[in-house]
């Protein structure tokens, strides 16, 4: 059942429900690559530590993090959750990706036209191609709407595009649903990503998502079709039950 609110409509209702979300932690391309690469299954808060504390001991230029002393990069990465060492390395192997193939500045790649811009900063571990247009947007770069995997399942179920066989054939999806209702007002888009991640971590979640909250489900295809099938089992309960007493 395709969405039947458009998605401003459902934006301006998550942002009535939770608030202007907190603005990005950074905006510089460098830093938001290190940003996904500082930690790994870790609380948001706990991700912000790690790079907090990277920013501040060893600095974010990839030429600091080569200097930096590896019980420095790995104190950090510790605080960002399991395999600190393979996360370490990680953080250097970025550094050298953006010395070698970018001169240590990303800003001209930034420039490029979208397919490759997306392609360059796919170069780096950890970059997909959702993360690529996060990037892009908080940079503000293109205005296109990355969506992580929480914002993907919020559409998904609220009825843009359709779910395939696998991730990026569902993200595409979704991107063709929405594409014609997204605008160039980068504030916009940029709050419409951390709405709809924020919904997904807090009330849309992957099991068990909590609908009797949602401030969205009157429009939610999921939320039509599970309220349709507890409806139908209680009419058939309801009938067994005659036909039993009958
Ligand atoms: S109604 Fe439920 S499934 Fe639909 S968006 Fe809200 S929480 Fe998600």
């Given at each position: 059942?395709?969405?039947s609110?458009?998605?401003?409509?459902?934006?301006?209702?998550?942002?009535?429900?939770?608030?202007?979300?907190?603005?990005?932690?950074?905006?510089?391309?460098?830093?938001?690559?290190?940003?996904?690469n500082?930690?790994?299954?870790?609380?948001?808060?706990?991700?912000?530590?790690?790079?907090?504390?990277?920013?501040?001991?060893?600095?974010?230029?990839?030429h600091?993090?080569?200097?930096?002393?590896?019980?420095?990069?790995?104190?950090?990465?510790d605080?960002?959750?399991?395999?600190?060492?393979?996360?370490?390395?990680?953080?250097?192997?970025?550094?050298?990706?953006?010395?070698?193939?970018?001169?240590?500045?990303?800003?001209e790649?930034?420039k490029?036209?979208?397919?490759?811009?997306?392609?360059?900063?796919?170069?780096?571990?950890?970059?997909?191609?959702?993360?690529?247009?996060?990037?892009?947007?908080?940079?503000?770069?293109?205005?296109?709407?990355?969506?992580?995997?929480?914002?993907?399942?919020v559409?998904l179920?609220?009825?843009?595009?359709?779910?395939?066989?696998?991730y990026?054939?569902?993200?595409?999806?979704?991107?063709?649903?929405?594409?014609?209702?997204?605008?160039?007002?980068?504030?916009?888009?940029?709050?419409?990503?951390?709405?709809?991640?924020?919904?997904?971590?807090?009330l849309?979640?992957?099991?068990?998502?909590?609908?009797?909250?949602?401030?969205?489900?009157?429009?939610?295809?999921?939320?039509?079709?599970?309220?349709?099938a507890s409806?139908?089992?209680?009419?058939?309960?309801?009938?067994?039950?005659?036909?039993?007493?009958?």
């Amino acid at each position: 059942m395709p969405a039947s609110e458009n998605l401003p409509v459902v934006v301006a209702r998550l942002a009535k429900f939770y608030g202007t979300p907190k603005p990005p932690s950074t905006t510089d391309p460098f830093e938001l690559i290190l940003f996904e690469n500082v930690a790994y299954l870790v609380t948001d808060e706990r991700r912000e530590e790690a790079f907090n504390l990277l920013r501040k001991t060893a600095g974010t230029k990839p030429h600091q993090i080569l200097a930096a002393a590896n019980n420095i990069l790995l104190k950090v990465v510790d605080l960002g959750g399991m395999q600190p060492e393979k996360r370490a390395a990680r953080l250097r192997e970025i550094a050298l990706i953006a010395m070698n193939e970018f001169g240590g500045d990303l800003s001209e790649a930034l420039k490029l036209p979208l397919p490759k811009a997306k392609k360059a900063l796919q170069k780096f571990p950890s970059i997909g191609e959702p993360s690529a247009e996060k990037i892009l947007l908080f940079t503000r770069s293109y205005p296109v709407l990355g969506l992580d995997s929480n914002a993907l399942r919020v559409l998904l179920r609220l009825g843009f595009g359709e779910e395939k066989k696998n991730y990026s054939a569902s993200y595409r999806s979704v991107q063709e649903a929405i594409k014609d209702q997204l605008g160039d007002d980068y504030e916009w888009l940029i709050n419409a990503h951390l709405l709809l991640r924020h919904h997904g971590k807090e009330l849309c979640k992957t099991t068990r998502p909590r609908c009797e909250k949602c401030p969205v489900r009157k429009s939610c295809a999921y939320y039509a079709r599970v309220r349709t099938a507890s409806g139908s089992d209680r009419i058939r309960r309801e009938r067994g039950k005659s036909k039993a007493t009958l």
